[in-house]
């Protein structure tokens, strides 16, 4: 067994784990406001990495602020899908609004390609391609800042959740009526959290936009994204880590052990088989809150 | 000026119709007026409309697709008919839900917190949670821990104390007894009485436990089949020998004798 090339896997594994993190701590963030699963929340992290190619090659703005400023029209965009579309919603069953982001992921799809073409395009964030080598491990420098982002973001979501604006959307998940009664402006509350989600989306668009590129299949992370999210429990953020963590590591240990012997193309079957078993085993993942029984 | 205030009730509810799904006419005229200060029950049995008559108060119809198709809401004077639920409470009008909807998932404390008005001070929120702490003793052991797994008794005082954080001139309650020991009955009225009397605040208190709710209560309405069928003091209602028979049954509340006579009545009043 060789401890070296195992570890090496290990933590690139992790590291490409607290990516898929950074990804699902977006549908995290909706799901704790409101509880609907978010299936658009791949078209926003596409078309939040489209908006900074857009607004740094295409427009010439240097990436300190072409991000800012892509963050911030993503955050309007989020509060605007509440008001234009999830407002007519409210009170409707759950699987309504499922389909209705479904749609949203759809339309953004379509609009990116109308707008942008087919072919991939590159961030260019100026991170080196060299590795870093950790002793005789190398580690790829993109991953390592897509993994701090990831960890600065849990940190500040983390202190949100327990600010008073914070406790409130969490009020809003657990009882629209509720919320209501007491004056909270619940539809103030979900366009905040889709607005913060977007906001993550641009983020973690940034970062896949560099390892990959950006084209239409940065939607495609959602996969993975609700894989690590359920996981970890839907509601948790603390979760959405552990589980990305988690996660990274058995697809890139295990595709290493599963690979040779199909022939390749196991990393899928892994996500696959963690969600399934998620969901039948441990439906409430590793943190998420149980429904408490009404006696 | 001192006879304007009391000939002005601080809630008026005129002739309000509600529906529901634009075809489910859920009350059919009823008219509430609440004197300031003054605390008020809104009796009747299962499916009479009480419930709808606080959502229409508190706005909350909405969240159920029904709507007011008739009559109006006058608050302070002012007609909040078509108000937002969340204006309706930045005025003074806050509506303890029936069936004790805590935030199961927040601790009594964050309970209280997501209540808080935008805008209010932090030193503000603290005061008035911890005057309603000393109103609820019980909650200041466990605001802490998490209140879907407080007891009923406990889950009634925080969807109260929820209620009161928003500063309510007018504290509507469904139902607050459903599903408690008397005993807690007894805790819970004493303590909305004793806000009533220390703060001025004026209550409207739905009740199918008509004996406790006339104990605390200046006046009393009765509603069946959507409308109002009844109205008069607390004593003038407790002394009605119709609401003897049917409502307050000897004292132990609905026993399936009166059950039975009460379905006879239900026919001859609709
Ligand atoms: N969301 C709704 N949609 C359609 N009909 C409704 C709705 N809510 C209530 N109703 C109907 O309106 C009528 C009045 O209901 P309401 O809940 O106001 O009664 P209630 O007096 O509060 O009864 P209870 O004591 O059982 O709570 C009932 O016939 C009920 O079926
Ligand atoms: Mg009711």
Known sequence: ?295 | MQDKAEAQPILSMNSVEVLYDNVMLAIKGVSVQVPKGEMIALLGSNGAGKSTTLKAISGLLKAERGRISRGEIKFEGEDITDALAQNRVQKGICHVIEGRRVFEHLSPDENLTAAAPTGMSRSTLNAEKEKIYAYFPRLAERRNSQAGYLSGGEQQMLAIGRALVTQPKLLMLDEPSLGLAPFLVAEIFGILQKINKEEGMSVLLVEQNALAALEIVSEGYLIENGRVVMNGTAEALKSNSDIQEFYLGGGEGTDFHNVKHYSRRKRWLS
């Open chain 1, 1 to 295: 067994m060789d401890w070296i090339f195992l570890s090496e896997l290990a933590i690139n594994g992790a590291l490409t784990g607290l990516l898929y993190s950074l990804f699902a701590i977006g549908l995290v963030l909706i799901y704790k406001a409101s509880s609907v699963p978010n299936l658009a929340q791949g078209g926003l992290t596409m078309l939040g990495a489209y908006v900074v190619v857009a607004l740094s090659h295409d427009a010439g703005l240097p990436l300190w602020l072409a991000i800012p400023l892509a963050a911030l029209f993503m955050f309007a965009l989020g509060f605007g899908i509440e008001r234009v579309a999830l407002r007519r919603l409210a009170g409707r069953p759950v699987v309504m609004i499922l389909m209705l982001t479904l749609g949203l992921d759809i339309f953004l799809r379509g609009t990116t390609l109308a707008i942008w073409g087919g072919t991939s395009r590159s961030m260019e964030l100026g991170v080196s391609y060299d590795p870093l080598f950790l002793g005789d491990i190398f580690i790829s420098r993109i991953h390592l800042v897509g993994a701090a982002v990831a960890i600065g973001l849990f940190v500040a979501f983390m202190l949100f959740f327990r600010s008073r604006t914070g406790i409130k959307l969490r009020a809003i998940a657990d009882d629209y009526t509720a919320s209501w009664s007491v004056g909270i402006s619940v539809e103030r509350g979900v366009g905040l959290s889709w607005a913060l989600a977007s906001v993550v989306a641009v983020a973690a668009g940034v970062i896949w936009g560099e390892v990959q590129g950006v084209d239409q299949s940065l939607s495609l992370l959602l996969l993975k994204g609700l894989t690590v999210a359920v996981l970890g429990g839907l509601d948790s953020i603390l979760g959405a880590v552990i589980a990305g963590i988690i996660l990274g590591i058995i697809e890139n240990v295990g595709a290493d052990f599963i690979d040779p012997l199909v022939g390749g193309g196991s990393r899928e079957l892994i996500v696959a088989a963690v969600l399934i078993l998620t969901v039948m085993i441990r439906p409430h993942g590793l943190f998420g809150r149980h429904d408490i029984e009404r006696v």
